[in-house]
């Protein structure tokens, strides 16, 4: 009894300490936490990191994993590879995912030229698939990455099978949220992040469900943001500049349009445009959802498109 009670105490005490020294790292080495924490992410969903230069010399950073037919996913404004990790952990038993980090994101080139509307986006895209050997794909994107993904397959149309639009950019004939009309006035974006404070913001805006993140390691994110804002400031210009609806209209491309009912970026009422323009789409939307879906309940926005692939 004695060794079993020795055992059982020494347990309770790890239990109680544990988390402080978790704690304590977290707020000693936000960076070094941050990365062990994305690490683990992308481990439990079976995706590792890769580079490819393309051509014309540009090059994407990446995360890929899982079999069958390829599913490439883009991330929104803002954001980076690692905002699809967890509901990739979904679809890589059904899928060869891909998740870069578009153009001027993350580890991906940050050309000064201008090669960011969501057409130049959408080319860059369609060499990297070219250089990894894949002629056809299914196309999933978020907010920006949505946009992308629509003109995307404008484009290319007779090589991609599917799309997958959440909370998409771009449809600019609905009246703007309260945030952008807001933005407008003020002459700046909430979206463009000037310091971390505006980060901690943005990020419990953007989201009705925000996953708990530590705020040493939020602020660890806002660095990066901090980091490329003047850059990012000539994106959103010419993604704003392009209108979604000229590109869709009469696209037969078989789609999901999944919209959170709490977005408030983007207006939910967009869905209903795309659907009226594009003959093959169907909308989904998600109650007490923002505008991430994909990271404020992976696990449900996960299941919805697998169902939707089941009846392609």
Known sequence: MGVVWRVVKTLVILALVLPVLLVLGVEIFPVQATHLALAMERSRSG?????????DGLHYDYLEGGQGPALLLLHGFGGDKDNFTRV????????????????????????????????????????LLQQLGIDRVDIGGNSMGGQIAAVYASLYSASVNSLWLLDPGGVWSVPRTHLNQLARLEGHSPLIVANDDQFVELYHHVMAKP????????????????????LEKRILGAISADAL??????LDTP???????????????????????????????????GHVPMLEDPAQTAKDYLAFRATL
């Open 245 to 250: 609806e000229s590109h869709v209209r009469g």
């Open 211 to 230: 996953p708990y993140v530590p705020r040493a390691m939020l602020d660890v994110m806002a660095q990066a943001r901090i980091n490329n804002q003047s």
């Open 88 to 127: 990739a952990r979904y679809l890589t038993p059904h899928y060869h995912v891909i998740i870069p980090d578009e153009m001027g994101f993350g580890l991906s080139s940050h050309p000064d030229s201008d090669i960011y509307t969501p057409e130049d986006q959408a080319r860059h895209l369609h060499d």
């Open 47 to 55: 995706l590792t990191e890769h580079h490819v230069q393309l051509a």
């Open 255 to 289: 789609t999901l349009i999944v919209w959170g009912a709490e977005d408030h970026i983007l207006e939910p009422e967009s869905g209903e445009v795309l659907v009226h323009l594009m003959p093959h789409a169907r909308l989904l939307t998600m109650s007490g959802i």
